[in-house]
Structures are given as C-alpha cells and as structure tokens.
C-alpha cells in the first residue's frame, strides 16, 4: 500500500493545533497587563523604600502631608 496516503492526515492535524489569533491577541492583553501591573508594583515599593530610608535616618519631613484647604 501506498504510506503517503497515511501521512497527510498527520500533517493536516498539526495545523489545527496552531492557536487561534483570538487566543493570541488574549495573551498578549493579558501579558501587556501584567507588565503594567508588574511596572506599579515595582514603583510603589521603590517608593515605600525611600520612605523606609528617610525615616531609618532619623528625619521627620519624609512623608508629605496633604493638609485641607480652608477658606
């Protein structure tokens, strides 16, 4: 019998297992978040730090004070 015959379906089922641009455009939403997520987090906990080092050092004006506004 002829083995190419057998083949091609093997070759055709490869490609169905490709994913979709739908499920691509998913993760890479998902991906650009998490980045974005990852950037914040990253900055606040610089921030918290310099605060942690300010105050370590002995010094009273490292945390600003938003004061109300009177009229």
Do not use: Q, W
């Not at 890479?28 to 900055?43: D, E, I, P, R, S």
């Amino acid at each position: 019998m002829n083995d190419r015959s057998e083949r091609r379906p093997d070759a055709a089922k490869i490609h169905d297992d490709a994913p979709s641009g739908k499920a691509i455009a998913v993760l890479l939403a998902g991906l650009a978040l998490a980045l974005v997520l990852g950037y914040f987090f990253v900055m606040k906990l610089i921030d918290i730090g310099r605060t942690e080092d300010c105050l370590m050092s002995g010094r009273r004006d490292c945390v600003e004070i938003d004061m109300p506004v009177r009229r």
